[in-house]
């Protein structure tokens, strides 16, 4: 005898719709009930959030991962009401018609985004629902929370950061913040620098919090990976040692060396210490590699520690020493450093002169117009400005380099930008010994700045 099977009505079905004919849901949760949709329009269209999304959409298109969910009119056949994604459709009412828009502002910003994003299609992908109250089954799955794992879980900083790992999602989001610092704590796991254990014990965030102030005492040279010039044994042992000091103590009143809540000086301190315990890297001449996306005991280029130079500085072969680092992303400056590393002071007195000015004037600039206090004028001017900023920041220079920096705008000071410029206009050219002085005067003023930085 043949089973009867139980035939399953059809709750939902995907469609395409004309865009014209889709209405706001008069009852959403997001607002008082409004029948009035150029009521509701506004409503939506005057929220900062709106232009965000339409930023996206225009962008992107469509979320293919969340589309609307719509049920038909009950006054109008063949036309829908929305019931899921009533602010996407303002955002792509608007995008379609910036005319349409609650103020003159809002006008403006979406009249741009219309003229140089994607077009809202005049067909629309979505869910109709045969039944209301099975949308609402679908819309409190996806708008009250996690519901012990029935609803969309959040995502942590550790997670956003592993997703970013695989590239960028566009303009319209920031790149995470917490790249680096996921990198490195999951380059220590995978190394046995911590334990998993221990690094459920990290912060990822406090890590970040930390990474402009440490960056050049673990020998790090950018703002996106593991990349280092120093080798494997001493990289490793700083970065441990780091984390280590972030991991949580566990004991009811004890903080971490480094913790979540620690001032700016506190973070300066605490690099500083690295550095005086003798755990920052000591070699760093060699060629730069990531020691996450390489084996550790096999370096790529066949890396050698060099043995380090027992030479007094001031007789030091080359212009800028080994362990000057460039820890923002500037190809430019990271270019002018490594050629200064490889040139002889005493051969190329004209070259390392021009050198040393030309990363001066780049570094300051840099930091005037990221900090916007004015990067445009006289050298002299714009080191002011910085210097004016610096002292007011909640990490000031030390008296040492607040002056080192000052005297770069005094015509007068040897290592100034003026003097520095001499011997690229017909001047008198500094020697060797004069090169090898003025590098190591304003490198820590340099170090300082390029730390204030992203």
Same mark, same amino acid.
Request: charged share 25%; proline share 7%.
């Given at each position: 005898?043949?089973?009867? @099977? ?70 109008? /056949? ?19 018609? /910036? ?8 006008? @403006?910003? %979406? ?45 942590? /900083? !550790? ?41 459920? =014990? ?13 960056? !050049? ?5 950018? !703002? ?26 566990? &004991? ?9 809540? &620690? ?9 500083? +210490? =690295? ?69 002889? /002071?005493?051969?190329?007195? %004209? ?36 210097? !004016? ?41 500094? &020697?060797?010994?004069?090169?090898? &002085? ?11 700045? =390029? +730390?204030?930085?992203?």
């Amino acid at each position: 005898m043949a089973t009867k @099977k139980r035939v399953h009505q059809v709750e939902h079905e995907d469609v395409l719709v004309q865009f014209n004919k889709l209405h706001f849901d008069p009852v959403n949760p997001r607002g008082e009930p409004e029948n009035d949709e150029e009521k509701i329009r506004a409503l939506f269209g005057a929220e900062s959030e709106t232009a965000i999304l339409a930023t996206h959409l225009a962008e992107h298109g469509q979320n293919p991962l969340d589309r609307l969910g719509i049920i038909e009119h009950s006054k109008l /056949p063949g036309h829908y009401v929305i019931r899921e994604g009533n602010r996407r459709l303002c955002a792509m009412q608007l995008l379609r018609d /910036p005319e349409r828009s609650p103020t003159l502002a809002v006008r @403006k910003t %979406f009249q741009r985004l219309a003229s140089t994003g994607r077009p809202i299609p005049d067909q629309i992908q979505a869910v109709l629902f045969h039944e209301q109250p099975k949308a609402r089954v679908w819309m409190s799955v996806k708008h009250e929370g996690p519901q012990n794992g029935l609803g969309t879980l959040t995502w942590g /900083p !550790t997670q956003k950061a592993r997703f970013n790992r695989e590239g960028e999602t566009g303009t319209t989001r920031p790149k995470n913040p917490n790249r680096q610092a996921e990198a490195l704590l999951t380059y220590a796991v995978t190394r046995e620098l911590i334990s998993a254990e221990e690094r459920a =014990l990290i912060s990822i965030t406090t890590v970040t919090r930390y990474l402009p102030n440490v960056r !050049t005492a673990l020998a790090l040279l950018n !703002t996106e990976d593991c990349l280092t010039n120093a080798p494997p044994e001493e990289f490793d042992a700083a970065l441990r040692q780091f984390l280590k000091d972030a991991k949580e103590p566990g &004991s009811p009143g004890v903080k971490a060396e480094v913790h979540s809540r &620690s001032s700016a000086a506190e973070r300066k301190t605490y690099a500083e +210490s =690295l550095r005086n315990q003798g755990l920052s890297p000591k070699t760093r001449d060699l060629t730069p590699y990531d020691p996450a996306r390489q084996p550790a005991t096999q370096p790529a280029t066949k890396l050698v520690t060099r043995p380090r130079s027992l030479q007094h500085p001031g007789k030091r072969k080359h212009l800028i020493f080994s362990s000057f680092v460039v820890p923002v992303r500037d190809p430019i400056l990271l270019r002018l450093v490594t050629e200064g590393k490889e040139l002889d /002071p005493d051969q190329y007195r %004209f070259s390392c002169n021009y050198l040393i000015r030309v990363i001066l004037e780049r570094i300051v600039y840099r930091y005037a117009k990221q900090h916007g206090v004015g990067a445009q004028g006289e050298f002299s001017d714009v080191a002011q400005r910085v210097i !004016t900023h610096a002292k007011a920041s909640n990490d000031p220079p030390s008296k040492g380099i607040a002056t080192v920096l000052t005297k770069t705008a005094d015509k007068k000071s040897v290592y100034s930008y003026d003097m520095l410029s001499n011997g690229t206009h017909g001047g008198s050219i500094p &020697s060797g010994a004069d090169n090898r &002085s003025n590098w190591e005067t304003l490198q820590p003023a340099l170090e300082y700045l =390029l +730390s204030h930085m992203t």
